[in-house]
C-alpha cells in the first residue's frame, strides 16, 4: 500500500495534485477553505478533513499548494502544533525570501520542509511533461520521492532551500517574456488586415523553436572565457531594435520596449561596447551590486 498523504488547498491546480494522487492509489485526505471543491474527489475516496489540524495528523506528509505564501501561513498557523515531526512540501508559487522564512518556521515547530515549485499546468499534472523543482533537506526527499513522482519529474536542486523558487520564477519569467513576445509580434503582424493570429501562429512555433536551438550556444558563451560562439556587432544589433521600434510604430503598436532597448543599447555604444554578446547582455541586466 502506498503511504498517505494530505493536500491543503483545491484551487486548480491543488485539486489536480490530489486527482493525481488519489489515481496513484495513495489514501488522500484534503483540506480547502472551501470545502465544497472537494465533492468529486471524496466520491473518489478522498477524505475530507474537517480542519488543518486533522488534515496535517492525517499522516507524515502534507503538501500545500494555495493562492500564496501569505495565505498558506495563516492557515497553518493555527494547526502548527501538528507539523512536529511531519513533512510539509509547499508548492505554493512564492519568492526563495519566502522559501528561506517557511523553512526556518517549519524547523523552529519541528518539522521537515521541501520548498517546491511546478512547471506545469493542472492538466499536465501526472503526465510526462510536468516537471518539478524542488529544494531543501535530502532526507524528507528521499523519503517521499515516489509520492512525488506520482506529480510529475522531480528534481531535487539541493540543501539551499530557495533555489527551487528561484528556478520557478527564473523560468516563469522566461515564459512570460516569450508569451509578450508572442503577443507583440501577433499586434504587429495583424496589423496587416488580411492576416488572423491562427494564420501567424505557425510561423511564431516555427521561428521560436528554431531560435531555442541558440540557447545552449548562448549559455555556453556566458560560462566561458573563450571567445564567443555567438556575436553581432552592436551597430547591427541597434539597427535591428530601431527596426523593430519603427515597425510596431507604423503598425500602430506600442514601440516602448524597443525604444528602450535602442536608447540602452546607444548608451553602450557609447561607453565604447562594439560587440553584442550574450555575457555582455547579461552584465547589463545586473543591477549593482548591494552594500
Ligand atoms: P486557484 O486560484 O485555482 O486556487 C487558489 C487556492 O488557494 C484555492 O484552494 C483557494 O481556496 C486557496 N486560497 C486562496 N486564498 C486563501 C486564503 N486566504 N486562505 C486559504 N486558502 C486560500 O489557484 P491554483 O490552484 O491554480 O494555484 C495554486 C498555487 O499553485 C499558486 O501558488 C499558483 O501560483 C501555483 N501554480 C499554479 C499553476 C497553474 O497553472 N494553475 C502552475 C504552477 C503553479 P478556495 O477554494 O476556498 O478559494
Excluded at 86 to 108: D, I
Excluded at 120 to 143: N, R
Excluded at 169 to 195: N, Q
Excluded at 263 to 272: C, F, V
Aim: glycine share 8%; proline share 7%; charged share 15%.
Amino acid at each position: 500500500t502506498k503511504p498517505p498523504v494530505t493536500v491543503l488547498g483545491l484551487g486548480l491546480m491543488g485539486y489536480a495534485l490530489a486527482d493525481a494522487l488519489l489515481t496513484a492509489g495513495h489514501r488522500v485526505t484534503v483540506w480547502n477553505r472551501t470545502p465544497a471543491k472537494a465533492a468529486p474527489l471524496v466520491a473518489r475516496g478522498a477524505h475530507l478533513a474537517g480542519s488543518v489540524r486533522e488534515a496535517l495528523e492525517a499522516g507524515p506528509l502534507t503538501i500545500s499548494c494555495v493562492l500564496d505564501y501569505a495565505a498558506q501561513r495563516a492557515l497553518l498557523a493555527p494547526a502548527a502544533g501538528a507539523l512536529h515531526g511531519r513533512t510539509l512540501v509547499s508548492l505554493t508559487n512564492g519568492t526563495p525570501a519566502q522559501a528561506r522564512e517557511t523553512e526556518a518556521w517549519a524547523l523552529a515547530l519541528g518539522a521537515t520542509y521541501l520548498d517546491g515549485g511546478i512547471m506545469a499546468v493542472p492538466h499536465q499534472i501526472a503526465t510526462p511533461e510536468a516537471f518539478l523543482f524542488y529544494s531543501g533537506a535530502q532526507d524528507p526527499f528521499d523519503q517521499h520521492r515516489a509520492t512525488l513522482a506520482v506529480l510529475g519529474t522531480p528534481h531535487h536542486l539541493g540543501p539551499d532551500v530557495s533555489l527551487a523558487s528561484l528556478y520557478d520564477l527564473a523560468l516563469l519569467s522566461a515564459m512570460d517574456m516569450m508569451f509578450a513576445g508572442f503577443l507583440h509580434a501577433t499586434a504587429v503582424a495583424t496589423s496587416h488586415r488580411g492576416t488572423t493570429a491562427t494564420d501567424f501562429a505557425p510561423h511564431v512555433v516555427a521561428w521560436l523553436t528554431s531560435m531555442l536551438g541558440m540557447v545552449p550556444v548562448m549559455a555556453a558563451d556566458i560560462d566561458s572565457p573563450a571567445p564567443p560562439a555567438y556575436a553581432q556587432s552592436m551597430d547591427l544589433v541597434v539597427a535591428a531594435a530601431q527596426n523593430m521600434a519603427d515597425a510596431a510604430r507604423e503598425a500602430g503598436i506600442r514601440p516602448d520596449h524597443f525604444d528602450r532597448t535602442v536608447t540602452e543599447l546607444k548608451h553602450r555604444i557609447a561607453a565604447g561596447e562594439t560587440e553584442y554578446t550574450a555575457a555582455s547582455a547579461l552584465t547589463h541586466l545586473r543591477l549593482p551590486a548591494r552594500v
